[in-house]
């Protein structure tokens, strides 16, 4: 800081020179760094995408992927407005069959034109959420379960390690044809699609949390246990008053973990699958070859990433939250 | 805007909302047409259309019911009725288009080809190219203990049977496959070993060294000029003139369980193919336009309008005019012939896909059961009875057979009659012949 010397004349106390010192330090630690470390981040980015020549044109830059998300935009719009061309012509062919067959019941069907950027955002965010929900549904009670007790953890022990390590990938055919076999019905609730997804997700994302829960569940201070045997409490009471308050924190982490791969396997899946969602936008644009795929595909990165991070800290919230609560 | 009412005899869709697959090739574009331009709508069809990462997702989806029909390779319906491959029993009430695919060789294979190819007075090599000028290449690649690997979309894809039919011709020995024996590889006895690539990935392959040579759908070939990565050298309308490509299939309980939706999904198509063709081609710029969407095939306008608007690029600056590179209506583009069916029974046949011997009239009795040119006439009738396609522009539905006179225009000018299978399968000096099982 060279203005430090042309303060000296200013009637500041040596105090209060100090402490202002240390809030812009402070401060800078907050918000300078990163903004340097993001500003490098973009310098070398620029610079090594126009070195890369790909044979759909250069990599592309922080510029070309600017102008994508402006372009992304543009198109979101536009295909509002052709849905609501599309919903006023349903309507009047509705009215028009309606006026010739009285007994008709005109339904209103959904618009059938193509998914924007923005819709596949919330598409594989609805899904996520749902599969990783359901994760946790289920995990964490046998997380708990398998804590409490040793010979269940040494029952089901070796089967969640067996199928930890298993790529999302290799579960989705399996998925995709269980379903395809199981969930047979002529006006489905929700899209096969969503069902295959979800459930790929659920598959790859229960695992940490369990192993987590049970080792939260598994770690809890002798001395809490004591107390609770000399209450003579019961066993539901137990859980929740102490196994529960205890474990938290490691369930949450079981859940960070969780979401994190939960997030990392959706985008897999739907690429592979075609499953509507920030995936298959990625593999439509990767097939489609054009001069703009790339910058679109780096688009969406971002996206991805910036979500993931958004869930990341959305878990850590409601685990402050949960923690304070406790105390 | 075309009123429903107006063909009172035909009925409401009894399924109105549709959803139908793709693959991101040109040819879909009736199916993208016939969305755009309202003719889905006006039939009271409320569909969906949803690209597809390869030929194996889209067919089980079709399958499995998760979609209701597609954009199908004309070999798909067939072997999936006959079993080859997953066994369902998939129709076509419609053919898409003609034409349409092409070969193309990396820059290498095509400086080595070049020496063996004649030239006109302006230094241009003469087309057809033969596989002639690709043997002695693929030989030295033999000697030096090499495999030349070429690239093809799928098994029972019309690329597999071109590629092999360019390459018999021109003497190499494509391979055979022998289910029976648990090889599907189709790489037995193989001289050029042919293997599966999803089309949009066939330029990167290409430019990776993976493959020397493909066999596929525009916008892939020109893609491969537009990059400098690869040189087409033939394209399939050379191979055997105004060949059928793609085909629109459902699943023969789809057509029945709603056979009004299948009329009119079929009008619809056929309108679509109409408006591409019309007025010599005058629509097709604008159709470019529409694949381009990204949520269509969606890759350069330039690219895709090379091909579809009359001319192909072989060698950069190369450009010559094909005006029949894509047929979607003329010629009665669209009409599903058995013939056309049974051309596609033979090569599985002659490659060894179909393991053992049939009677000509298995051949005739498997393209009936697919191919149904009765749901194509219904549809047809009403179109022309509503006034928007005149009769002229249909086959006379009367006196059809279903099978097109003996065809002529093949590159190694074999005649192919369709009600002779047998015969024909023994006429190639490459393949196997009656009687013969691996």
């Known amino acids: 800081m060279s203005s430090i010397s042309s303060l000296e004349n200013a009637e500041l106390s040596k105090g209060k020179l100090q402490s202002m010192f240390a809030q812009i330090l402070a401060s800078s630690k907050v918000l300078l760094l990163p903004l340097v470390g993001i500003s490098c981040f973009l310098l070398v980015w620029a610079i090594t995408a126009n070195s890369i020549n790909t044979s759909l044109g250069k990599f592309p830059g922080p510029v070309a992927v600017l102008t994508q998300f402006d372009n992304l935009y543009q198109e979101h719009v536009t295909e509002r407005q052709k849905a609501q061309a599309f919903y006023e012509r349903q309507h009047k062919r509705n009215a028009d069959r309606v006026a010739k067959d009285p007994s008709y019941q005109a339904k209103v069907r959904p618009y059938t034109g193509k998914e924007t950027f923005w819709d596949q955002i919330v598409t594989s965010l609805i899904t996520v959420m749902s599969g990783f929900g359901l994760a946790a549904f289920l995990a964490i009670p046998l997380g708990i379960l398998m804590g409490l007790n040793a010979s269940v953890q040494a029952a089901i022990n070796p089967i969640i390690q067996l199928f930890k390590p298993v790529s999302p990938l290799a579960w989705l055919p399996l998925v995709t044809m269980v379903v395809s076999g199981v969930y047979v019905s002529a006006d489905p609730i929700v899209a096969k699609s969503f069902i295959n997804s979800m459930l790929t997700v659920t598959l790859c994302s229960v695992w940490p949390m369990i192993i987590n829960t049970a080792i939260g569940v598994s770690r809890i201070d002798q001395d809490l246990l004591n107390v609770s045997q000399v209450l003579r409490l019961s066993t539901w009471t137990h859980i929740k008053k102490i196994v529960l308050p205890a474990s938290v924190p490691m369930i949450f982490t079981g859940m960070r973990l969780s979401l994190g791969v939960a997030w990392m396997v959706l985008i897999a899946a739907e690429m592979l699958a075609q499953n509507p969602g920030l995936g298959k936008f990625v593999w439509d644009e990767f097939q489609n070859g054009s001069s703009e795929s790339l910058s679109r595909i780096m688009a969406a990165v971002l996206v991805i990433g910036f979500i993931g991070f958004l869930l990341d800290r959305g878990v850590l919230a409601v685990q402050r939250w949960a923690s304070w609560e406790k105390h | ?438």
Request: glycine share 8%; hydrophobic share 40%; with cysteine.
């Open chain 2, 1 to 438: 805007m075309v009123s429903i009412g107006a063909q009172a005899e035909l009925g409401y869709p009894e399924k109105e909302e549709l959803k139908f697959g793709f693959i991101k090739l040109t040819d879909m574009a009736p199916i993208a047409i016939a969305y755009e331009k309202g003719y889905f709508e006006d039939e009271g069809l409320y569909v969906t259309i949803e690209a597809q990462a390869n030929w194996k997702v889209l067919l089980d989806g079709v399958i499995d019911g998760r979609l209701d029909g597609a954009h199908m390779l004309a070999g798909q319906p067939i072997a999936a009725t006959i079993g080859y491959g997953t066994e369902a029993h998939i129709i076509t009430p419609f053919s898409m288009d003609l034409n349409g695919n092409a070969i193309t060789v990396s820059n290498d294979v095509w400086a080595k080809m070049k020496p063996n190819i004649a030239k006109q007075a302006d230094g241009k090599p003469v087309h057809p190219i033969k596989a002639d000028a690709l043997k002695p290449v693929v030989d030295s690649y033999t000697q030096a203990g090499k495999p030349f690997n070429m690239g093809m979309v799928f098994p029972v894809s019309t690329h597999n049977y071109e590629l092999r039919y360019w390459l018999a011709a021109g003497g190499i020995h494509p391979g055979y496959y022998a289910p029976h024996k648990g090889d599907t590889s189709g790489q037995i006895d193989a001289q050029a070993l042919l293997s599966v690539t999803p089309p949009p990935q066939m330029p990167s392959t290409l430019e990776a060294g993976t493959i020397y040579g493909y066999c596929v759908g525009e916008p892939w070939n020109q893609q491969a000029v537009f990059k400098g990565i690869g040189v087409p050298v033939v394209t399939d309308y050379e191979i055997w003139k105004d060949n059928p490509e793609k085909v629109f299939g459902i699943t023969a309980e789809f057509a029945e369980k709603y056979p009004n939706t299948t009329i009119r999904l079929t009008r619809a198509l056929i309108r679509a193919a109409k408006w591409l063709d019309d007025n010599n081609n005058a629509n097709r710029p604008e159709a470019v336009k529409i694949l381009s969407q990204s949520n269509y095939v969606g890759a350069d306008y330039d690219v895709i309008a090379n091909s579809m608007t009359g001319t192909f690029e072989y060698e950069k600056g190369d450009k010559r005019s094909v005006p029949d590179f894509n047929v979607f209506f003329r010629h009665n583009a669209t009409y599903p012939y058995y013939s056309d069916a049974i051309w596609y029974l033979t090569q599985m046949r002659r490659w060894g896909q179909i393991a053992d011997d049939k009677p000509d009239t298995w051949y005739k009795d498997v393209a009936a059961k697919v191919y149904r040119p009765d749901i194509y006439a219904k549809a047809a009738k009403s179109l022309i009875a509503d006034k928007l396609i005149s009769a002229e522009s249909f086959p006379n539905f009367e006196t059809e057979t279903g099978f097109k006179q003996p065809q002529t225009h093949f590159i190694d000018d074999i005649v192919y009659d369709g009600s002779k299978p047998n015969a024909y399968i023994n006429s190639f000096a490459i393949g196997l012949k009656q009687g013969e099982r691996l």
